[in-house]
């Protein structure tokens, strides 16, 4: 199970992209998941952003509020309610390959590890597999 943690604060513009993403990822059959977002007290339409993404997905989306500025509180806020054997942290600016939850997968049964890290490439960059 992996729980996957996005920390955001009044940037609900690129967090609709990112949680669109998520919507498109291919998911092994296998896996369940969860995406937490911790809004770090932001003061635009991010909660109404997420709320619409929970109403389609209730048993995948969750809100979190951290008022507590920063993004260590944010983390750690996300850390404590998730309920996956596996986090992936990812932010709200960012687009996610629709393979990203295979490519874990993959590194922790392949792997005697405890974490794994991915590149990070600009925008710009297209990505191919």
């Not at 770090?40 to 109404?48: E, I, M, P, V």
Request: glycine share 6%.
């Amino acid at each position: 199970d992996i729980s996957i943690i996005i920390c955001t604060f009044n940037r609900y513009v690129k967090l609709k992209k990112v949680l669109n993403y998520i919507n498109e990822l291919i998911v092994p059959d296998e896996l369940k998941y969860e995406v937490i977002i911790v809004d770090n007290n932001s003061n635009d339409k991010t909660k109404g952003i997420v709320e619409r993404f929970i109403k389609k997905k209730p048993q995948i989306f969750k809100y979190l509020f951290e008022q507590k500025q920063g993004k260590s509180y944010a983390l750690n806020s996300g850390i404590k309610n998730a309920h996956g054997e596996i986090i992936a942290f990812t932010d709200d600016d960012v687009r996610i390959d629709r393979k990203w939850l295979f490519v874990i997968m993959d590194a922790f049964k392949r792997y005697d590890c405890i974490g794994v890290g991915g590149k990070i490439l600009p925008m710009a960059c297209p990505v191919t597999n």
